[in-house]
């Protein structure tokens, strides 16, 4: 389940399955699609209830599903990251407590992830035979370095929120994550967008100068200051 409550210029979005320590199935997956892509604030915060950030995959599923099925599962999955990653405004994961497997590839899909002094992570897809398939392998190693990566993904090891800060798995730690969106909030949106735009632009070094030069330009022309 996903609860979508807007407050302000923040959508929050709230993995809402403490049960099952906000794991997500197929049908959580689709619903935090759809509710990524009706999302119309400058900024989504996306957290979890209760004492876990997500689980990642519900292995319950996952243990029904057959090859073909299986990618299914996993293209859902991508499809989720891409949609957090390409959302048109800035997204701040909150992490309290684990971030574990798809979890760790959710928050690896936002633009900033906050942790509380109480979050831990793990890519634990290699201890069961797998590995995390919802873009993982390729935003870990973008955000954290190769090596770091490969020694999270390769060991499957747990570590805490101030590891994770040294690694840069994570941008800030604080007791109360949900003021970040609400100080992203308080920027003007087209310049946050723009920002984003830019910095996620892997263009080469003359071409992201004359794209910079444009959105610069543009921004000036419409006031933005």
Known sequence: MIRTTVEGDVCVLTL???????????????????AVADA??????????????????????????????????????????????????????????????GGVELAL?????????????????????LFGAWGGTTRLPRVVGEGEALDLALSGRTVDAEAALRMGLVSRLTDDPRAVADELAAVDGRALRTLKERLRDD???????????????????????
């Not at 899909?109 to 035979?129: H, K, Q, S, W, Y």
């Not at 263009?203 to 444009?214: L, V």
Request: net charge negative.
């Open 109 to 129: 899909a936002c633009d900033i992830r906050v942790a509380t002094p109480a979050a831990t992570f793990a890519e634990t897809g290699v201890t069961l035979g």
């Open 203 to 225: 263009a080469d070094q003359a071409t992201g100068d004359e794209r910079e030069r444009a959105a610069f330009a543009e921004l000036v022309d419409a006031g933005a200051f």
């Open 16 to 34: 809402a399955r403490p049960a099952q320590r906000n794991a997500l199935d197929s049908g959580a997956l689709r619903d935090l699609e759809r």
């Open 40 to 101: 119309t604030e400058p900024v989504i915060y996306l957290h979890g209830e209760g004492t876990a950030f997500c689980a990642g995959a519900d292995l319950a599923e996952v243990r029904t599903l057959d090859g073909d099925a299986a990618a299914d599962f996993a293209a859902l999955g991508q499809r989720v990251g891409n949609a957090l990653e390409g959302y048109d405004g800035a997204v701040v994961a909150g992490i309290d407590g684990a971030a574990r497997g």
